[in-house]
């Protein structure tokens, strides 16, 4: 069974290199890289990387929905386009000769209620052929607060696992459905649970409450530090730390931990596998260009 992969506000991500950043003046630009960008590409780019058969859902507008889609195509990722009226957005990335990064990222198409109504009822209908839903991203403009909860309420009912990654309101807001795992990092988590988290106790004591609302498995990605994998159900709480490497790229780790954990759960072995497994992919996508999976 294939894991469906909704990717309610894709980008295409440009990366222009320059020498220097010189404000007034004509900046030339050296080089320009395109791909498709977002956290649910990314995920479902990994999970085919590893094998998962992932089923992509992709709202698309405009020329560069256009473009999107063939890269999308050219990546031969499974994907289901919705199409909408506005144009999907261009996050741009100018990256100058020192290493240095400035990120601008456009707030994306605002949906209508029957573009919304249109993505639900896709998914929904397709719920059956997935042993798996992820949820990764924040939600676009004119989606309501309780998306995501909608989805992982309608999810079980078919007996779906759903693996949920998202921050601040979206995330306080989908808890309540209780997805089957939610993968938050230290400062994602520490929002949620309204303090900051000083000490790995600290993590635990939040990593808890999560866990005792979704009644289900809490991941806490923490970058280099030491991962918590924990479920106060199953009375399973583990912290390991990712191998010791030199990142080259650290932007979207965490989706690439999660297509990691969620081969794991498809492929039905043990939470301690999901744990080691998560943080190896995590740590292999911080020695990759963003947009690039080996
Ligand atoms: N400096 C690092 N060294 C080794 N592994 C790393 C490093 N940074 C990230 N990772 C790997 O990637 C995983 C996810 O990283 P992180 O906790 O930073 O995710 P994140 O904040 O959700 O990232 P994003 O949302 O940008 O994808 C880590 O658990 C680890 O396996
Ligand atoms: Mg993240």
Same mark, same amino acid.
């Given at each position: 069974?294939?894991?469906?992969?909704?990717?309610?506000?894709?980008?295409?991500?440009?990366?222009?290199?320059?020498?220097?950043?010189?404000?007034?003046?004509?900046?030339?630009?050296?080089?320009?890289?395109?791909?498709?960008?977002?956290?649910?590409?990314?995920?479902?780019?990994?999970?085919?990387?590893?094998?998962?058969?992932?089923?992509?859902?992709?709202?698309?507008?405009?020329?560069?929905?256009?473009?999107?889609?063939?890269?999308?195509?050219?990546?031969?990722?499974?994907?289901?386009?919705?199409?909408?009226?506005?144009?999907?957005?261009?996050?741009?990335?100018?990256?100058?000769?020192?290493?240095?990064?400035?990120?601008?990222?456009?707030?994306?198409?605002?949906?209508?209620?029957?573009?919304?109504?249109?993505?639900?009822?896709?998914?929904?209908?397709?719920?059956?052929?997935?042993?798996?839903?992820?949820?990764?991203?924040?939600?676009?403009?004119?989606?309501?607060?309780?998306?995501?909860?909608?989805?992982?309420?309608?999810?079980?009912?078919?007996?779906?696992?759903?693996?949920?990654?998202?921050?601040?309101?979206?995330?306080?807001?989908?808890?309540?459905?209780?997805?089957?795992?939610?993968?938050?990092?230290?400062?994602?988590?520490?929002?949620?649970?309204?303090?900051?988290?000083?000490?790995?106790?600290?993590?635990?004591?939040?990593?808890?409450?999560?866990?005792?609302?979704? &009644?289900?498995?809490?991941?806490?990605?923490? @970058? $280099? /530090?030491?991962? =918590? +994998?924990?479920? #106060?159900?199953? *009375?399973? !709480?583990?912290?390991?730390?990712?191998? &010791?490497?030199?990142?080259?790229?650290?932007? @979207? $780790? /965490?989706?690439? =931990? +999660?297509?990691? #954990?969620?081969? *794991?759960? !498809?492929?039905?072995?043990?939470?301690?596998?999901?744990?080691?497994?998560?943080?190896?992919?995590?740590?292999?996508?911080?020695?990759?260009?963003?947009?690039?999976?080996?």
């Amino acid at each position: 069974m294939s894991a469906l992969v909704l990717a309610l506000n894709p980008s295409i991500d440009a990366e222009w290199r320059v020498d220097d950043v010189i404000w007034e003046e004509k900046n030339n630009v050296q080089f320009e890289r395109r791909w498709a960008g977002g956290k649910g590409i990314n995920v479902a780019r990994w999970l085919k990387h590893l094998g998962g058969k992932p089923k992509l859902f992709l709202p698309l507008g405009g020329v560069t929905g256009d473009e999107l889609a063939r890269y999308i195509r050219e990546e031969r990722i499974s994907t289901s386009i919705i199409p909408l009226a506005g144009p999907t957005r261009v996050n741009v990335i100018i990256t100058t000769g020192a290493g240095r990064q400035m990120r601008f990222n456009p707030l994306g198409p605002k949906l209508t209620k029957p573009e919304w109504k249109i993505i639900v009822e896709r998914v929904e209908s397709r719920l059956g052929q997935g042993s798996l839903l992820i949820l990764s991203g924040s939600l676009p403009r004119g989606v309501p607060l309780n998306a995501y909860a909608h989805l992982i309420t309608r999810a079980r009912k078919h007996g779906v696992r759903t693996l949920l990654d998202c921050d601040g309101d979206v995330l306080i807001a989908s808890i309540p459905s209780r997805p089957f795992l939610v993968k938050p990092n230290e400062h994602e988590l520490a929002r949620w649970f309204g303090r900051p988290l000083r000490t790995e106790k600290d993590v635990v004591r939040a990593a808890r409450a999560l866990s005792e609302k979704t &009644r289900g498995w809490v991941f806490v990605s923490r @970058g $280099a /530090g030491a991962s =918590l +994998l924990l479920n #106060v159900q199953e *009375q399973f !709480q583990t912290f390991a730390r990712p191998a &010791r490497v030199k990142p080259r790229n650290t932007v @979207g $780790a /965490g989706d690439a =931990l +999660l297509a990691g #954990v969620a081969r *794991q759960i !498809q492929l039905g072995t043990l939470p301690s596998e999901w744990l080691e497994h998560g943080l190896s992919v995590g740590t292999r996508a911080t020695q990759c260009l963003p947009g690039h999976v080996s």
